[in-house]
């Protein structure tokens, strides 16, 4: 392998040897290099439209505990009460049997 690579820009029309820029007009001609710049381009994109959906669309029981509704309301703040006192019996647990196996 090895040998010179001619490479026309896709810009200007220039060959260019062995260059990873025009010389002429410093468009990038690489193809792995564009590849790669454009996978983290849409990886970056599509990590700020997760934000932004996490942002305008919170769960039901951050949504609940901001209810006008009392009901809802409490119902949210019960709700989220027994997710964590049911997390906490299962952290203890999990630290139990893992104490009791060493």
């Not at 896709?10 to 290099?33: E, I, M, Q, V, W």
């Not at 994109?45 to 669309?57: C, H, M, P, V």
């Amino acid at each position: 392998m090895g040998g010179t690579v001619q490479i026309k820009c896709p810009n200007c029309g220039l060959f260019n040897t062995n260059a990873d820029h025009c010389s002429n007009c410093g468009t990038l001609l690489s193809y792995k290099k564009r590849r790669a710049l454009a996978h983290e381009e849409q990886k970056k994109e599509r990590l700020e439209r997760e934000e932004t959906k996490k942002k305008n669309s919170p769960s039901w029981i951050e949504s609940g505990k901001k209810s006008k509704n009392p009901i809802v309301r409490i119902g949210a703040h019960m709700t989220n009460s027994i997710v964590i006192v049911v997390m906490a019996i299962g952290a203890f647990f999990a630290w139990l049997f893992t104490f009791l196996a060493a």
